[in-house]
């Protein structure tokens, strides 16, 4: 009996469009009105996630920032997983030393240090998600999407840093050689830092306090509602799903999930741009009538 799905949003519930694909918003609602709690997990902050749910009349709580920040399904924050300013320190002293591009996700929003270098990742981001876009066109739908984000632009992180009513949430460093290029740097800050690091796509690392994984703030969730694990399931495509795919008894990995994934999860549903998660959704509310 599946009382909690809980679904990524990048390559799992949105489709190439970074949209809510009709049938998908059609199987969440099937599953609400069955009495089945939905909750979004995602690497996403909250400004960025809740407008793409509710432009389908879904109304749900929210996982984001890959757990460092759990929200009610009224905007209400549950939990908060910072990492602390040493940490921060620390982990920016070798992305730096690395010569990478990093954002950092705070309790405020998104800060970028560049918007050239913000719009460049973005739209490798997209040209990776949809593979038929053209580079030029990404880059052009990159900076309308950015000029419409709520982004706080610095000439220093360090004023980040001096705003000691910040918190930092999450840091993303990017890195266009890959995985190849970035796993060195990973080994590096982990060898220094107790962090959890974890990736949405090929060319980027997400950092947050070991706390902040989405399978902590599932069960977090889970718990609050006296369901145990047995009774959740979890969908997703990259590695920063991997923790909430192992902790659902019940686990999907995309079509289009990275190998690691389809590895982790006990069943396989289609692409995101197939309506993968409406399907999973659908066999498992089957499988409860029986």
Same mark, same amino acid.
């Given at each position: 009996?599946?009382?909690i799905?809980?679904?990524?949003?990048?390559?799992?519930?949105?489709?190439?469009?970074?949209?809510?694909?009709?049938?998908?918003?059609?199987? @969440?609602? /099937?599953?609400?009105?069955?009495?089945?709690?939905?909750?979004?997990?995602?690497?996403? /902050?909250?400004?960025?996630?809740?407008?793409?749910?509710?432009?389908?009349?879904?109304?749900?709580?929210?996982?984001?920032?890959?757990?460092?920040a759990?929200?009610?399904?009224?905007?209400?924050?549950?939990?908060?997983?910072?990492?602390?300013?040493?940490?921060?320190?620390?982990?920016?002293?070798?992305?730096?030393?690395?010569?990478?591009?990093?954002?950092?996700?705070?309790?405020?929003?998104?800060?970028?240090?560049?918007?050239?270098?913000?719009?460049?990742?973005?739209?490798?981001?997209?040209e990776?998600?949809?593979?038929?876009?053209?580079?030029?066109?990404?880059?052009?739908?990159?900076s309308?999407?950015?000029?419409l984000?709520?982004?706080?632009?610095?000439?220093?992180?360090?004023?980040?840093?001096?705003?000691?009513k910040?918190?930092?949430?999450?840091?993303?460093?990017?890195?266009t050689?890959?995985?190849?290029?970035?796993?060195?740097?990973?080994?590096?800050?982990?060898?220094?830092?107790?962090?959890?690091?974890?990736?949405?796509?090929? #060319?980027?690392?997400?950092?947050?306090?070991?706390?902040?994984?989405?399978?902590?703030?599932?069960q977090?969730?889970?718990?609050?509602?006296? @369901?145990?694990?047995?009774?959740?399931?979890?969908?997703?495509?990259?590695?920063?799903?991997?923790?909430m795919?192992?902790?659902?008894?019940?686990?999907?990995?995309m079509?289009n999930a990275?190998?690691?994934?389809?590895?982790?999860?006990?069943?396989?549903t289609?692409?995101?741009?197939?309506n993968?998660?409406?399907?999973? @959704?659908?066999?498992?509310?089957? #499988? #409860?009538?029986?």
């Amino acid at each position: 009996m599946i009382s909690i799905i809980a679904s990524d949003m990048d390559g799992t519930l949105l489709n190439e469009q970074m949209q809510i694909p009709p049938k998908n918003a059609e199987a @969440i609602k /099937q599953a609400q009105a069955e009495g089945v709690h939905f909750v979004v997990a995602t690497g996403r /902050q909250y400004k960025e996630a809740k407008p793409l749910v509710e432009a389908f009349g879904i109304s749900v709580p929210l996982i984001t920032l890959n757990g460092a920040a759990i929200y009610d399904v009224d905007g209400k924050i549950l939990d908060m997983v910072p990492i602390t300013r040493t940490m921060t320190r620390l982990i920016m002293r070798q992305l730096d030393l690395a010569g990478l591009y990093y954002e950092i996700t705070t309790s405020e929003g998104v800060v970028s240090n560049s918007r050239t270098h913000r719009i460049q990742n973005l739209s490798l981001l997209l040209e990776g998600l949809n593979p038929d876009t053209p580079f030029k066109l990404a880059v052009a739908m990159s900076s309308a999407r950015v000029e419409l984000m709520d982004i706080r632009y610095v000439d220093s992180y360090q004023e980040i840093l001096d705003d000691t009513k910040i918190q930092i949430l999450k840091i993303v460093a990017f890195g266009t050689g890959g995985q190849k290029q970035l796993r060195p740097i990973q080994e590096k800050i982990e060898d220094q830092v107790d962090v959890a690091i974890t990736s949405s796509f090929e #060319n980027n690392i997400e950092i947050n306090n070991p706390r902040a994984q989405k399978g902590i703030a599932l069960q977090h969730y889970a718990d609050g509602l006296n @369901i145990p694990m047995s009774q959740v399931m979890a969908i997703g495509d990259n590695i920063n799903d991997a923790s909430m795919l192992k902790m659902a008894d019940t686990s999907y990995a995309m079509g289009n999930a990275v190998p690691a994934i389809k590895q982790i999860a006990n069943h396989l549903t289609v692409s995101n741009n197939e309506n993968g998660v409406g399907k999973a @959704i659908l066999e498992q509310l089957k #499988n #409860n009538h029986q």
